[in-house]
């Protein structure tokens, strides 16, 4: 098992690396050509150079920001992650605090009515019943469809986004307890009603361990939906997050601003689901 992992680890340098090697090929000039002169430049042309990751001086000829640019961004966005200059212009560590704060609460408040509600469904077959047809007409919704509708009764754009991220991590969570729950074996509820065991007892110590695994894995999608859904829903409502920090580099411009903070929304996302895997991992049983 350690050697897979080490020969895994060893093909995602090298795959790694070969995207490196790739990037920096691609911004090379092309042949013949020299270096790039400002001369005939405005102020306002060199500076709108250098904001998309060119270098009006040097021999980079390509529009795409070379590793060097990359580089630099990165330090100067990693070296003081925490300031606040205003409105516009915050940290990186800054605006991740603000989007995982939205979808912690979002999540939560999702896990508060969706799996209690699962338990419900999944013990009950005339309520899955009466409820599916429900759940499948508004679980296909684009979350980011329901973002007109609570800025128009809660107008509160911070508000409205906690919203789109409850919305979007209900369903999952809902239909994965709801089939854990139905889904633990007859024996086990067999000899729990043979001990006479109370219905609260049943559903702490029996039903909740055996499908423990599969809410996990509701909550482990769930999340990963909600990091996707709040980026796209700052980008929208604006003000402060991730997903405004993209928009709004963009808006300025800089490219390599915009390619880090996609960089970092993959980092994190990963980052997220490794922790949901791990706790999976140890509630899980082998039968």
Request: aromatic fraction near 10%; charge should be positive; include cysteine.
């Amino acid at each position: 098992m350690l050697a897979l992992k080490l020969k895994a680890a060893l093909l995602s340098l090298i795959i790694f690396l070969a995207f490196l090697g790739v990037w920096y090929a691609a911004t090379l000039p092309a042949p013949g050509t020299g270096p790039a002169s400002t001369a005939g430049m405005t102020a306002e042309q060199i500076e709108y150079q250098k904001m998309m990751g060119k270098d009006p001086g040097s021999t980079k000829t390509t529009g795409f920001p070379t590793l060097a640019a990359m580089g630099n961004t990165i330090w100067h966005q990693l070296s003081n992650p925490v300031y606040d200059n205003g409105p516009n212009d915050k940290g990186i560590l800054i605006q991740l605090a603000y989007s995982l704060g939205r979808v912690a609460l979002g999540f939560l408040l999702a896990a508060v009515v969706a799996i209690p509600l699962g338990f419900v469904i999944g013990m009950s077959p005339l309520l899955h019943r009466a409820l599916d047809p429900f759940i499948q007409v508004l679980k296909p919704i684009s979350p980011l469809a329901w973002m007109p509708l609570a800025l128009y009764t809660i107008k509160d754009s911070s508000i409205s986004g906690i919203f789109v991220i409850f919305i979007c991590s209900v369903w999952p969570m809902l239909i994965n307890t709801a089939f854990g729950v139905a889904s633990v074996k007859r024996e086990w509820l067999n000899v729990a009603a043979t001990l006479e065991v109370s219905p609260l007892r049943k559903a702490f110590l029996v039903i909740l361990p055996a499908a423990a695994p599969t809410i996990l894995t509701g909550m482990r999608i769930s999340m990963g939906i909600a990091w996707l859904v709040i980026v796209a829903a700052e980008m929208l409502v604006g003000g402060t997050g991730i997903g405004y920090f993209v928009w709004n580099e963009w808006n300025n411009l800089s490219l390599t601003n915009v390619i880090f903070a996609i960089g970092v929304i993959g980092i994190v996302g990963m980052l997220l689901d490794l922790a949901f895997a791990q706790v999976q991992k140890r509630v899980t049983y082998i039968d």
